[in-house]
């Protein structure tokens, strides 16, 4: 089932915390209906959770490349493969527990304009700390995570900040979220790979999101990896990197990339046979 964003922004704004959405008002005084308030101009479509379990039961165990050339067969060449800058922080080369197959929530991030805490008493500092988090820099789309949900997000590339962190991915997995992918940073890298949450990433980032980011937007349109990343799309990440497959055309893509996994497996069990290699995983 699919409906419109906009025919349900009310039930939406309330699944966030107001706090994290609070905005402050132009200081000119100009109405939101006033085209200088800014617009957008592409609709987030919404998909049930069982239409989203449906499309990821055709990806079960899919890979990039798989899929990669289901976009080709598709007339969608070149389209959807993030950078290869963008790369998962940890490999498991025997049960692949690194792969994720799941449906894009997305966030953004951007670099702030306001100044930094500077020299203060530390309980003035954690305070303004606590309020930064709360009203500038806060995570309002852990609301959407489900089971399923492959969190997206677009940070401020340039600033070293660590926006995802060893205690916030847990809470996400916690949600329901398969796996984290992000256009820039994160932190706590060594913990992030004993617990064993799949994330990809640009770079290890060390600062706290206070006096760096700012949240922008969630579940709307963003850019990672080079490449637009829609909220409902199917992110397919594994040791190639991560590609994205516009829900629209996912079935379709689905089932062409299924071919070339089964004709894959079926040749390289042969080539194991002959080989003398025992089957793995991949093979199976």
């Not at 006096?211 to 409902?232: Q, Y």
Request: glycine share 8%.
């Amino acid at each position: 089932m699919k409906v419109n964003l906009f025919k349900f922004a009310a039930l939406v704004v309330f699944t966030f915390p107001t706090a994290a959405l609070a905005a402050e008002p132009p200081a000119s005084g100009v109405p939101a209906s006033d085209p200088r308030a800014g617009k957008n101009f592409i609709s987030t479509t919404v998909y049930s959770e069982a239409d989203d379990r449906r499309v990821l039961d055709l990806f079960q165990g899919l890979r990039v490349a798989d899929v990669s050339d289901g976009m080709d067969a598709v007339g969608l060449q070149n389209t959807g493969l993030m950078s290869a800058d963008i790369r998962p922080l940890w490999k498991d080369t025997q049960k692949f527990t690194h792969r994720f197959i799941g449906i894009a929530v997305t966030a953004r991030y951007v670099p702030t304009q306001l100044p930094p805490a500077g020299r203060m008493k530390t309980d003035e500092y954690d305070k303004w700390v606590g309020e930064w988090y709360r009203n500038k820099s806060s995570e309002p789309f852990a609301a959407l995570l489900r089971p399923g949900s492959a969190l997206v997000i677009e940070d401020a590339a340039e600033v070293d900040v660590g926006s995802i962190g060893s205690n916030n991915i847990m809470s996400w997995k916690l949600r329901g979220c398969v796996g984290v992918v992000t256009s820039a940073t994160a932190r706590d890298t060594d913990e992030i790979i004993t617990e064993g949450i799949p994330l990809y990433f640009q770079k290890p980032g060390r600062g706290i999101r206070p006096g760096r980011n700012e949240i922008e937007s969630v579940n709307r349109p963003i850019v990672c990896g080079g490449v637009l990343v829609m909220p409902g799309d199917v992110i397919v990440a594994d040791g190639d990197g991560v590609i994205v497959v516009p829900r629209a055309r996912a079935e379709e893509v689905a089932n062409y990339a299924k071919k070339i996994l089964d004709g894959d497996k079926a040749a390289r069990r042969n080539l194991y046979k002959k080989l003398g290699l025992p089957e793995d995983d991949s093979v199976k």
